[in-house]
């Protein structure tokens, strides 16, 4: 696995700005200091109070003189899945299951963001926990295992037979040997719903602390899963309440759609551990301090989101990048990239098995679309920046198809090669065009973002490169603004030349600064 990481690593390097480089992570002495965000370690089996032995137990317990009467029937079934793909995990979360790479009646002995079943070879997709309903129809072409016969009680007493299912859940842990896990305010009969606020704070920014926007708060205890999303806000509010206390995680698969990942293994999403809080919720503050991983999948999550929802205004639209987006965090890189892969933009097998020689299969089955790397992104702005600049790239993708995306990449990468390892080559390569009109757009926006959001008005990111991202922000001091920039950068246009006749096509009534603009900057 090392050896392909760091073989995907520099296919991913030479696609924007940067170069490989080999350092430890920044580490973070915040929130989380004490919860590990490695692979979790797992020690004894528990007994599961969710079973069906152990709730008809508790209802005898409970209601001696009427356990004879009520059975309790599986509500439920906690399985586990193996997946033999990436076709079979995403045809697991099509079918709505909420998966878990990790098994939920062991004792944690040390927190973390994943794991992996040792008997399950490294590089392979792990054992896919999750819990579904009885009558749940497996797909027969996927392994699974069936674990456990489960009764998840619902909300209070039934009008049937008016038995307290709390107060029966309780008691299950009690008799499971739990009872440690229960929250105080549960022992005296009160449940809680989860629900707080996830915020994060940008001290570049005017108003510095704001809601991580869209992310998924999940929490469990044994198999008894909830979860919610955040608002724009980050307020959120889980869909079950729980006697114990739960395990609660960040998600980092969006209300948007895309999705964060890579946790060193192949997942679609990554999640940071939070650990076992109140049942009524937690609230936390992500701040540069946190956690590493915590803080930049936070950054990233936000700005992609932000992104997303800045992408239509009243008259003009840009495209918004895909909704299945899969975006990889590189913490030893500096270099990001968009190679869209998962949107099908494969680019010649040749190129590709250069670099990655025997796991070219790999990043071919795992596919992702945008790559972005933190080395030296020390602050929100650092991380936020680098983000825009290759969701910008998405869109552009979006916009002009896997045909413009391929002959795109295929020169970034032998560039970078042909001209001894320098980012995007000098320009004179054969198909040096497609570059020119992408990495000017997705500088220039970078730059506007940036600007808009820290009043820096001067700030351009790119300036140092062959081609001008200046050109497109001096026209868009002058009134042509993004959206209608976007509007140009159709499949036909792959040189800068090109650009400037389309401008001008389009936008008669800048033709004078569209050549001032192209002359000034060669």
Request: one cysteine or more; hydrophobic letters at 35%.
């Amino acid at each position: 696995m090392k050896n392909f990481l760091f073989s995907a690593a520099m296919l991913l390097a030479a696609s924007c700005t940067g170069s490989l480089n080999d350092s430890p992570g920044l580490p973070g002495d915040g929130y989380g200091a004490s919860l590990s965000h490695e692979m979790i370690v797992l020690g004894d089996h528990l007994e599961d109070p969710y079973s069906v032995e152990n709730i008809t137990k508790a209802l005898e317990s409970l209601y001696p003189t009427k356990a004879d009467r009520v059975v309790v029937d599986a509500t439920h079934l906690y399985v586990r899945f193996l997946p033999a793909d990436e076709e079979q995990f995403e045809e697991l979360e099509e079918a709505g299951l909420e998966l878990l790479d990790h098994p939920v009646d062991y004792e944690i002995v040390r927190e973390g963001d994943y794991y992996h079943d040792p008997e399950v070879p490294e590089g392979d997709i792990t054992w896919q926990y999750a819990v579904v309903d009885q009558d749940f129809e497996f797909p027969e072409h996927i392994e699974y295992e069936i674990l456990d016969n489960c009764y998840i009680p619902g909300t209070g007493a039934t009008k049937a037979d008016w038995i307290d299912w709390e107060a029966v859940e309780r008691e299950s842990y009690r008799l499971t040997g739990n009872a440690g896990m229960l929250a105080p305010e549960s022992k005296a009969g009160e449940s809680g719903t989860p629900q707080g606020r996830i915020t994060i704070e940008d001290d570049k920014a005017e108003n510095s602390l704001s809601g991580v926007k869209g992310v998924k708060v999940s929490c469990n205890s044994f198999v008894k899963f909830a979860h919610g999303y955040t608002d724009s806000e980050g307020y959120y509010k889980v869909n079950k309440n729980f006697n114990s206390r739960p395990r609660y995680r960040l998600v980092f698969k969006n209300s948007k759609g895309f999705g964060i990942g890579f946790n060193l293994l192949l997942q679609p999403a990554s999640a940071s551990t939070l650990g076992k809080n109140s049942p009524k919720g937690v609230d936390l503050t992500v701040t540069s301090s946190s956690e590493r991983k915590l803080f930049t999948r936070c950054v990233v999550n936000n700005a992609a989101y932000e992104y997303y929802e800045s992408c239509r205004n009243d008259d003009d639209n840009i495209r918004t990048p895909p909704s299945n987006l899969r975006i990889w965090l590189f913490q030893n890189l500096d270099a990001s990239s968009a190679v869209m892969l998962q949107q099908g933009a494969l680019i010649d097998d040749s190129i590709i098995s250069d670099f990655l020689g025997e796991y070219t299969f790999l990043i071919k089955i795992f596919l992702p679309d945008i790559t972005i790397g933190l080395k030296g992104a020390s602050d929100y702005a650092e991380v936020y920046s680098r983000t825009i600049h290759e969701l910008a790239h998405a869109s552009h993708f979006m916009q002009v198809g896997k045909s413009y995306w391929n002959q795109y990449i295929k020169f970034v990468i032998t560039s970078f090669v042909t001209s001894g390892f320098v980012t995007y080559g000098t320009g004179t390569e054969q198909g040096a065009g497609y570059c020119e009109v992408g990495e000017m757009w997705a500088y220039y926006l970078q730059s506007k973002f940036y600007r808009e959001r820290y009043n820096m008005p001067d700030i351009a990111f790119g300036t140092q490169f062959w081609f001008y991202p200046q050109i497109l922000l001096y026209l868009d001091d002058r009134g042509l603004n993004r959206f209608r920039i976007f509007a140009a950068l159709t499949s036909d246009i792959n040189s800068r030349e090109m650009l400037k006749k389309k401008l001008t096509s389009m936008y008669p009534e800048y033709k004078s600064d569209i050549i001032q603009a192209f002359g000034r900057y060669n």
